[in-house]
């Protein structure tokens, strides 16, 4: 066996040196490894995912598990999953065939019932929350427990055990993002739908455009673009947001409105007071979604029109 020191103290547990055990099951590096430390209740079984049956031999059908399935070689563009399960769950059945044969399975264990339906499903939620506020490429769908996921203190431990963990193990996207920690958030969501507000790439911004049916916000004196492509609903930057939220307004809609002003997708617009703009792109699940994120109102998907329709749907100032 081997020891690995980690240096650098992991960023929610600060000034905590940490140091962990390797062992090699298979007796090589190549094999089925084990990372272990004597001040975690937690450990890291990492092996390849074409290896996937072996994990058997290692936990107990009724044992609560937090994975990660990513394909470690450079020139890889697959999409990292984090999930959670029992030893029965069938891990990375919603990846399909997109399973390359580089990639590995990290699969994060525990002592004694210290992972269960609460503390599991946590820890997963958390580094799927860390790995999307860093744009770190997931192929999840979904952001476990949503706007229900606050943070705990007294589960913040395991979160940074496992983080650490699975950094010695060899999962270092994390650790590589928080050097370089991005400027902007390319997705926004409050629920459990990581897809709710995407900010639009350059490559969509040429080809929305071009291929999608373009639509104009019709509503009060707010000039804003918006475009159906591809089953989804592209709003272009410099449209309109009006500033003012109104108070028929939902709770949730009210919450992305916040998170759009707090990532700063949306800046103030010059000798307008009573709107601002959109500075980011972005796409969402329909036309109404927009209206009301852009509009501050409960309006739905008619306030959007061609752009040769000028039949107005909204009233005007108040």
Request: net charge neutral; aromatic share 8%; proline share 5%.
């Given at each position: ?9 992991p ?13 090699f ?18 450990s ?15 936990v ?6 937090v994975y990660?399935?990513d ?7 697959q999409?990292?999953?984090?999930g ?12 399909g ?9 990290y ?5 004694g ?7 599991a ?7 799927i ?5 860093l ?6 769908s ?14 913040e ?7 650490t963990l ?23 969501s409050?629920?459990t739908?990581?897809?709710e507000?995407v900010?639009m ?8 455009p ?7 916000l019709?509503?009060?004196?707010l ?5 159906g ?24 809609n ?6 759009l002003?707090a990532a ?9 007071p009573?709107?601002?703009?959109l ?9 109404a ?17 061609p ?6 749907t909204?009233g005007?100032?108040?």
């Amino acid at each position: 066996m081997t020891q690995s020191d980690l240096i650098a103290a992991p960023t929610n547990a600060p000034g905590r040196g940490f140091t962990a055990t390797t062992v090699f099951i298979d007796g090589s590096a190549s094999g089925i490894r084990l990372v272990k430390s004597f001040a975690s209740r937690l450990s890291v079984l990492v092996l390849s995912f074409s290896e996937l049956a072996r994990l058997k031999e290692r936990v107990r059908p009724w044992d609560y598990v937090v994975y990660v399935i990513d394909d470690p070689s450079p020139a890889s563009q697959q999409e990292t999953y984090i999930g959670h399960g029992d030893g029965e769950r069938r891990f990375g059945e919603r990846l399909g065939k997109a399973i390359s044969a580089t990639t590995l399975i990290y699969v994060v264990i525990a002592e004694g019932a210290t992972f269960d339906k609460v503390t599991a499903p946590y820890v997963e939620a958390r580094l799927i929350s860390i790995c999307t506020s860093l744009n770190i490429p997931l192929a999840n769908s979904d952001l476990p427990m949503g706007r229900g996921l606050g943070i705990l203190d007294d589960l913040e431990q395991l979160v940074a055990h496992a983080e650490t963990l699975l950094f010695l193990a060899g999962f270092t996207r994390i650790e590589i993002a928080r050097r370089n920690p991005p400027t902007l958030r390319l997705r926004l969501s409050v629920t459990t739908d990581r897809d709710e507000m995407v900010a639009m790439t350059q490559e969509e911004m040429t080809l929305v455009p071009q291929k999608g049916v373009q639509y104009r916000l019709d509503c009060r004196n707010l000039d804003s673009v918006g475009y159906g492509w591809n089953d989804r609903f592209y709003v272009m930057p410099g449209s309109d947001y009006a500033r003012r939220t109104r108070s028929d307004l939902s709770y949730d809609n009210r919450r992305r409105r916040d998170l759009l002003e707090a990532a700063k997708w949306v800046g103030p617009a010059s000798r307008t007071p009573d709107k601002m703009t959109l500075n980011v792109g972005f796409h969402c699940r329909s036309g109404a979604f927009a209206a009301k994120l852009l509009s501050g109102e409960h309006i739905d998907e008619k306030s959007w029109v061609p752009v040769e329709t000028k039949a107005p749907t909204c009233g005007g100032p108040e």
